[in-house]
């Protein structure tokens, strides 16, 4: 079983930035591309962006490319998501998960960011 732990959300002015973290703990996680989805009150929720098990390959939704950054560092089995010249459509609960994007197998309990106008 494979247990993910976000943290780093909050309130940002737009324009701004905050960085993301997930922490993953359980076994084999190396064997799997590790994520963040977000869901705004009221929407269903949806990818933002994935890194494979290496870190060498990334994939992100349109409307966060250019401005969020995946990365990995499996030495200390952590993912980030840097997100940069954020909007007020940015604001949303963001859950971290493990497994491909199309069918994750694994979520956390999201974090809440907050993007005043």
């Known amino acids: 079983q494979v247990q993910l732990e976000e943290s780093g959300g909050g309130l940002v002015q737009a324009g701004g930035s905050l960085r993301l973290s997930c922490v993953a703990s359980g076994p084999n996680l190396n064997s799997y591309a590790l994520g963040w989805f977000r869901q705004a009150p009221g929407k269903e929720r949806e990818f933002v962006a994935t890194?494979?098990?290496?870190?060498?390959?990334?994939d992100y939704a349109d409307s966060v490319k250019g401005r969020f950054t995946i990365s990995r560092d499996n030495a200390k089995d952590t993912i980030y998501l840097q997100m940069n010249n954020q909007k007020p459509e940015d604001t949303a609960t963001y859950y971290c998960?493990?497994?491909?994007?199309?069918?994750?197998?694994?979520w956390g309990q999201g974090t809440q960011v907050t993007v005043a106008s």
């Open positions: 890194v494979n098990w290496s870190g060498s390959s990334t």
């Open positions: 998960n493990a497994g491909p994007p199309e069918s994750p197998l694994y």
